[in-house]
């Protein structure tokens, strides 16, 4: 078992402009209206690499602004773990119709936009921060094989850890395969000591494989998001109660974390 402390959360998702709107949500204590996806221009970036970030990097560290932006943990001597089953769909869609094409033609933007760590870079770039970044993809199980990284390297290292989870729909014909009506990224800030008085606790094990915990009524609609899987989550922390939730396999496993507040 692992246990780490909770310091910071950043959500961005339709409707949820960040942790202080989707925790009124998730409690019960607000409704949800369902609305189109709205990524603000990352603030951390220089003006050049605000016009070439991509829509995955902008909805990720979009998240990771918000997470941190109440905390006292200065975002250069963050460790960092990003994690997105697909990454930027829209960039893969481009790269692969113009391999297509009877002339390929490849945008530099495009192609350095396409690597699976391309948020970890505009991150680097954003923060200056020499600390090691993850870059990971699970399928729908992407956020629990985070947070499970994150939680391993909060325990190992002094420093802490920031997990951002990201997913956007994917075009036309890739949504034939992923259909995913709405983007979502979360956030989590974590650390192995207590310090300045935490969110909360988790302690996180792994089970026999098992169905993940089902999402909170009122956002069952991002359920085909596979970041989604951290909203049970969310909801034990946003409602101030103890409890269990299953996030999804880590290998033949099934992650368990318990929320201690």
Do not use: K
């Not at 996806?37 to 603030?43: G, K, S």
């Not at 850890?161 to 009506?181: S, T, Y």
Request: charged share 20%; hydrophobic share 50%; net charge neutral.
């Amino acid at each position: 078992m692992m246990r780490v402390f909770l310091h910071g959360v950043g959500v961005v998702g339709p409707g949820l402009e960040n942790w202080a709107a989707c925790r009124e949500v998730v409690s019960g204590r607000a409704p949800w209206g369902e609305a189109a996806l709205r990524v603000p221009v990352p603030a951390m970036l220089p003006l050049t690499e605000r016009r070439r970030c991509n829509a995955a990097s902008r909805l990720a560290l979009a998240a990771a602004e918000d997470a941190i932006g109440a905390g006292d943990w200065p975002a250069v001597g963050l460790a960092t773990v990003f994690a997105s089953a697909d990454g930027d769909g829209a960039v893969t869609h481009a790269l692969c119709q113009s391999f297509a094409a009877r002339e390929p033609e490849v945008s530099p933007t495009q192609f350095h936009n396409s690597v699976h760590n391309a948020p970890a870079g505009y991150w680097g770039i954003a923060t200056r921060s020499a600390r090691p970044s993850t870059s990971l993809a699970a399928d729908q199980d992407s956020f629990a094989a985070g947070l499970f990284e994150a939680a391993l390297q909060a325990t190992l290292e002094p420093g802490p850890v920031l997990l951002v989870a990201f997913d956007l729909p994917l075009p036309h014909p890739l949504a034939l395969m992923r259909p995913r009506r709405h983007g979502l990224a979360v956030a989590l800030l974590l650390g192995r000591e207590p310090r300045g008085g935490a969110l909360a606790a988790l302690a996180l094990r792994l089970e026999p494989e098992a169905m993940a915990s089902p999402l909170p009524p009122a956002l069952e609609a991002l359920g085909d998001n596979p970041t989604a899987r951290a909203l049970p989550l969310l909801a034990l922390l946003a409602r101030g109660e103890q409890g269990e939730v299953r996030l999804g396999a880590v290998g033949a496993r099934q992650l368990v974390a318990r929320c201690e507040q």
